[in-house]
Nanobody, 132 residues
Framework: QEQLVESGGGLVPAGGSLRLSCVLSGRTLSSVVVAWFRQAPGKEREFAASISRSGSNTYYAESVEGRFTISRDDAKNTAYLQMTGLKPEDTAVYYC?????????????????????????WGQGTQVTVSS
């Protein structure tokens, strides 16, 4: 069974850092693009970052550009989201998603429902809370 599992969330003070991990089981990570989304309370899920199959191309939402870094280690079947300079407005549930039907460059352009439909796998989410 193909499954994504995130970990690494927690409570951090503003300015702190966290690294989220996303492990894919049942499928080779190298066959999919990977993305991170986040959903704050009362808000729609939004794109944060995506990475191509090769890892050579990465894309970021303007709100996280320069602070977050997405990466992948296909040997470990794991993708990461390194978050630095965290702000209270980064507080959200963070979701990892993966798929083979899209390019990493296409993902930032998708509406929330289209991303939900077009990405094959979604994790259960991990809570990130940034205190002020």
């Amino acid at each position: 069974q193909e499954q994504l599992v995130e970990s690494g969330g927690g409570l951090v003070p503003a300015g702190g850092s966290l690294r989220l991990s996303c492990v894919l089981s049942g499928r080779t990570l190298s066959s999919v693009v990977v993305a991170w989304f986040r959903q704050a309370p009362g808000k729609e899920r939004e794109f944060a970052a995506s990475i191509s199959r090769s890892g050579s191309n990465t894309y970021y939402a303007e709100s996280v550009e320069g602070r977050f870094t997405i990466s992948r280690d296909d040997a470990k079947n794991t993708a990461y989201l390194q978050m630095t300079g965290l702000k209270p407005e980064d507080t959200a549930v963070y979701y990892c998603a993966a798929g083979s039907r899209l390019t990493a460059s296409r993902i930032p352009t998708l509406a929330a429902q289209d991303a939900q439909d077009d990405l094959d796998h979604w994790g259960q989410g991990t809570q990130v809370t940034v205190s002020s």
